[in-house]
């Protein structure tokens, strides 16, 4: 398996493009399911996750044509849900990723029926999606759990409902939200992720012909039409590349724009960096960050948007690892979502785990070290300490990385970090 190889102690200079976000790319190819048009999206990131929802689409039926190179920033990809061959979405693909669920809405709406495999947990929970499930029961799906799937039917299609998510889930809300818009009447979705992604999904069904009100809010109105027609849209850059990048570049206390990053979409981020003595500053093409001074302990506890982002507290800990104090940062989303804080410690962190909580205190420098890498995020935060690290470190198991993170050794390269990939 290849590994990254790190010699830390360079600050990054210069400038980094972000990429399409992943977690809007994802729903949005799902939506392809919903018309018999073309849907075209661009600034779609090269990600394996991205890849593995392209096979899954393929074998429901969906033709993809995707164009653009290495060389261009950001792909162009065509799909074409012409006719849907098969509803069921097996699990040798699904266990693979989980964001796989979100064909589930689509194809009850357009096909009134779906097997879709549950997708299991994973590293950081057990990420359960009975909220999912109840939501397309209200909309009138029966749907039974047998053998590890869930079988969907709405044999007369679905109709609107209000659904009331007792608890934010961002990929409950896609699901529910794209089901309404094929739906019989209209749908209340309350308590409604606010998540730039769900908007950006949103206003790509509003192209398509969806009638969606309150984007953006935590109360979405959709009123349901018998058939979407294609459109092309743009995919938002990668709020969660462009946070750990940040986070990169206040590690190694350096100067770097991030080309297409935008700070509405990390505000809470950059509040908390501030405090922690980190500039983000917005420039004509992006974001510029810098430290603008000692870089001190904060407290953290990740919220639902627009509060602090889940996908970044991997990252915002490995930060406060290196600064001056202590940081207590608190995870309420996920209930595993740690497994960076032993590879941290092999480097030479200093945190200590209560719970759901974590209390970092600050050391003057990390060592390098082989480490490993356990999810996505944790992943990126290894990184992260890599860089900053005296020393080499050694990452395995990065497929992880490349499930989310496009180009990151060449991006980091070209801003001064010593970074190869091993090939193994
Ligand atoms: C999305 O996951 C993202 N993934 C995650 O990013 C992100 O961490 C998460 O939202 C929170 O922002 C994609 O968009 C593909 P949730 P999702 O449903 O939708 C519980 C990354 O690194 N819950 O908002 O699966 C759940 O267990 C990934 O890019 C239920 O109990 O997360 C969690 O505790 C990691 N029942 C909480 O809600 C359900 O039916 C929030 O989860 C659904 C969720």
């Given amino acids: 398996m290849d590994k990254i190889r790190i010699k830390g102690g360079r ?86 990723m989980r964001a796989s669920i979100m064909v589930l809405g689509p194809l009850v709406a357009r ?9 299991g947990g994973c590293a950081i929970g057990t990420r359960p999606v009975d909220l999912h499930i109840a939501a397309l029961e209200r909309m009138g799906a029966e749907i039974t759990l047998d053998d590890g799937y869930i079988n969907a039917s709405a044999p007369k299609g679905l109709r609107g409902a209000e659904i009331v998510f007792p608890i934010v889930t ?26 730039p992604e769900v908007a950006d999904l949103a206003h790509c069904l509003v192209a398509m012909g969806a009638e ?18 294609g459109a092309s849209h743009t995919i938002i850059p990668d709020r969660i590349e462009a946070g750990t990048f940040v986070m990169a570049v206040a590690m190694t206390d350096g100067d770097v724009e991030l080309i297409g990053a935008r700070q509405e979409h990390i505000q809470s981020a950059c509040d908390v960096l501030a405090r922690a003595g980190v500039a983000v500053e917005k420039t004509g093409q992006g974001l510029r960050v810098c430290r603008s001074g000692v870089l001190r302990g904060v407290d953290v506890t990740t919220e639902p948007f627009p509060g602090f982002p889940t996908d970044l507290q991997a990252q915002m800990m490995t930060l406060m690892c290196v600064a001056e104090g202590a940081s207590m940062i608190t995870e309420t989303i996920f209930e595993n979502r740690f497994m960076h804080v032993p590879e941290l410690a092999r480097m030479g962190a200093d945190i200590t785990v209560h719970g759901s909580s974590a209390m970092v205190r600050g050391v003057p420098k990390l060592k390098g070290a082989p480490v490993m890498a356990t999810d996505l995020r944790a992943s990126g935060s290894l990184v992260l300490a890599g860089l900053a690290a005296e020393g080499e470190t050694t990452l395995s198991r990065i497929y992880h990385l490349d499930r989310g993170y496009e180009r990151l050794e060449e991006k980091l390269r070209a801003c001064g970090a010593e970074i190869e990939r091993i090939r193994g």
């Fill in 111 to 119: 096909c009134h029926a779906a097997k879709v495999s549950l997708p």
């Fill in 170 to 195: 961002v990929t409950g809300t896609e699901n529910a939200m794209m089901a309404a818009t094929l739906a019989k009447g209209e749908t209340l979705i309350v308590n409604a992720a606010r998540e």
């Fill in 212 to 229: 969606i009100d309150g984007i953006g809010t935590d109360r979405l109105r959709i009123v349901g039409k018998d058939r979407l027609h």
């Fill in 11 to 96: 600050p990054l200079r210069g400038k980094i493009p972000i990429s399409g976000a992943k977690n809007a790319a994802l729903k949005l190819m799902a939506a392809s399911l919903l018309t018999d048009e073309v849907l075209a999206l661009s600034n779609v990131p090269q990600l394996a996750d991205i890849a593995t929802m392209a096979n899954l689409l393929g074998q429901h039926g969906v033709s993809i044509g995707l164009n653009g190179s290495n060389a261009t920033p950001g792909h162009t990809m065509e799909l074409r849900a012409a006719t849907i061959t098969n509803v069921t979405a097996p699990y040798e693909l699904v266990r693979k």
